[in-house]
């Protein structure tokens, strides 16, 4: 039986034994996957024990994604744009880890949104902390020239931008409805919004052109920024499809299927979000 896992602290909100569990059943598969509360203390040795403890790997969540890169053997590409890590597995007895976040992402918005790339346009991110990052390695990688960091801590948006280089640039949250106004697509990776308290406070009205408006939070599933958009006539792109289309990727590693996101499992999650 091949075994995997999800290891965070506090854990107890992660719905990605549910993903999993869909596809194990789905694809006949002799698997598990749990949920282990991991201390960030104990995080290190926990990865480095994955075969004593019969798992063929693991998803990483916060606060832990960091400790999973810096422990790990073998660090792919997309773990290294990001600096953290939210996929780990073993190959050949070394620990590999990846960030899938990238990829979750930027899959839900081509879906959502075939027509979100203009490479002429800006592209404004809200917040930038390591979703943030995850998303500008993105949109970078997919050949936009202009991507803007709008943050609170004007501070935290700079580190980001110096560290993808001049096509990133750092603005202030007072700003935003000015970077916002010529972009194609808006980004919201603050928490913003999470469990239905606050919103970034976006003027869709000004907004000039075709415009794509997507959240990472996916609790409630429409934000009240995605129901601003929505109301303006902006393409909405809600935060679920990112967290679905990034567990492909470690079930493939784990249990060797490459699983599909179906309609079937993105309605089990929107049934159990629905249920708090
Ligand atoms: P993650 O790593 O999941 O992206 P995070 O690092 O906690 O999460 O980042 C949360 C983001 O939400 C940050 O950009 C944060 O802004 P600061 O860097 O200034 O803390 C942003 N955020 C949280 N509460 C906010 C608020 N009330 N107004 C504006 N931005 C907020």
Redesign the pocket.
Known sequence: MKRACVIGWPIGHSRSPLIHGYWLRRYGIDGTYTKEAVKPEAAAQFLRTLNLRGLAGCNVT?PLKEIAFATADHREDSAVAVGAANTVWLEDGRLCCANTDTYGFMTHLSQSAPSWRQTDRAVVIL??????RAIVHGILAAGIGEVRVV???LD?AAGLAAYFGSNVNAWP?EERNRACRDASVIVN????GMKGE?D?GIDFSSLQGKVVAADIVYVPLETAFLRKAKAARLTTVDGLGMLLHQAVRGFEKWFGVRPEVTTELRDLIVADIGRL
């Open positions: 916060v917040g930038a902390g390591g979703a943030a943050n609170r801590t935290r949250w990776t603050t928490t913003l606050g970034p």
